[in-house]
């Protein structure tokens, strides 16, 4: 049973145009969720987070949003860059414990 | 500061054998957790080491056991290996346990079992 999802395995953008990678869970308990960017051949790196008490955070050209009511959140990045063209990740944990990923989405921004 | 080592990067081992991979955190970091990454599943999680102790488990069988030594260092074993263990397998360590908010992966093990 997939908790969080992230239902398109690859998005395409151009340069300077807004992305937004969309994830989906299903367990209510979470209440912490975080991005993670991953480049090939390197482990991921943390690049934002969100509490469930918020519904926005923003970092940069990175902000992430929560609904927590339709259990969705949603990482965009504006504007988006070619160094950006990554496998982002999402993940769930349940009081700052173990972290539950979704299988990914890569991005690929085109010049 | 130098990062989460994981060695060896590349590993390439038959069907019914045994692997042992290792995992060095970062400089006072006393978590360490392993994760599997295929395709297929995304990454999931192997276990949570702290302090020798294993503190959780993923849902993974009995073959995947892991160990965490006084000084932090990791190792994690696979027994009796099977097509479908092949995956990259990524060790994250964080200064204590459950701080997945501070938590830095390395680049992996890449195991392929034939």
């Known amino acids: 049973d997939q908790q969080v999802k992230q239902n398109s395995p690859s998005l395409s953008v151009q340069e300077g145009r807004i992305s937004i990678l969309n994830c989906d869970y299903t367990n209510s308990m979470f209440d912490y969720f975080l991005w993670y960017k991953k480049y090939p051949a390197e482990g991921p790196t943390f690049l934002i987070s969100i509490s469930s008490i918020k519904d926005k955070n923003e970092d940069g050209r990175f902000t992430v949003f929560l609904n927590k009511s339709a259990k969705h959140l949603s990482l965009h990045i504006v504007p988006s860059q070619p160094g950006d063209s990554a496998v982002y990740f999402c993940?769930?944990?349940?009081?700052?414990?173990?972290?539950?990923f979704g299988k990914g989405t890569m991005l690929l921004v085109s010049p | 500061k130098a990062g989460v080592t994981q060695t060896p990067r590349y590993l390439i081992k038959t069907r019914g054998q045994q692997v042992t991979l290792s995992c060095s955190p970062i400089?006072?970091?006393?978590?360490v957790s392993w994760y599997q990454q295929t395709p297929g599943q995304g990454l999931q999680f192997l276990f949570e080491?702290?302090?020798?102790?294993?503190?959780n488990k993923g849902n993974f069988p009995g073959r995947f056991s892991g160990r965490q030594f006084s000084n932090s260092r990791s190792e994690m074993n696979v027994s009796t290996l099977e097509l479908g263990d092949s995956a990259l397998y990524l060790c994250?360590?964080?200064?204590?346990?459950?701080?997945?908010?501070?938590?830095?992966f390395g680049s992996g093990t890449q195991l392929s079992v034939l």
């Open positions: 994250a360590s964080s200064l204590d346990w459950g701080r997945v908010e501070k938590l830095f």
């Open positions: 993940a769930a944990s349940k009081g700052y414990s173990t972290l539950t």
């Open positions: 400089s006072g970091h006393r978590s």
């Open positions: 080491y702290f302090s020798e102790t294993q503190r």
